[in-house]
């Protein structure tokens, strides 16, 4: 059995050749490639959707195939996973430290609430700072949701 790395070589391989070729041949090869592609991405949207009414745990087995979830990955069919909501959250809150930090302050997660909401504590000075708020909407708000589109609520609590 070919494995997903195998079957990337190979492309990679074509690619190489047809990188050496004149413009107007390789423009051929890539209309044709994307017309492929279309066909294959259409065909497995349906695939998907008729597997999905009968039977989901076979199409949830389906997906754990490295070919499979490649290609379905590939044609935007299936989603990437993403990291816990706690390290994504926390992976958030890193990214605005620094800044606080260069006030003498921190921020820490109090706790997570589903369905979409977290809370904070500023600590060192931007726990009294009158900017708070602001760096409350306008850096750690931010930063969370832009990690985790899910979390709709961000407070600060004392």
């Not at 745990?57 to 816990?84: F, I, T």
Request: aromatic share 4%.
């Amino acid at each position: 059995m070919t494995n997903l790395e195998d079957l990337v070589t190979e492309i990679s391989r074509y690619e190489a050749i047809i990188s050496e070729w004149d413009e107007s041949q390789r423009g051929v090869v890539v209309g044709l490639k994307r017309a492929i592609e279309e066909l294959h991405q259409e065909a497995l949207t349906r695939l998907i959707k008729s597997v999905k009414q009968e039977c989901l745990s076979a199409l949830q087995n389906a997906v754990q195939d490295e070919v499979v979830y490649g290609v379905l990955l590939y044609h935007g069919l299936v989603k990437q996973p993403q990291p816990p909501l706690l390290q994504r959250v926390e992976a958030a809150l890193a990214e605005v430290r620094p800044g606080l930090k260069g006030h003498h302050g921190d921020v820490e997660l109090v706790a997570i609430k589903p369905p979409d909401m977290v809370e904070v504590r500023f600590i060192g000075t931007c726990g009294s700072c009158p900017a708070s708020t602001l760096t409350l909407s306008q850096g750690v708000e931010q930063a969370i949701k832009a990690l985790c589109p899910e979390i709709m609520t961000v407070i600060a609590v004392k």
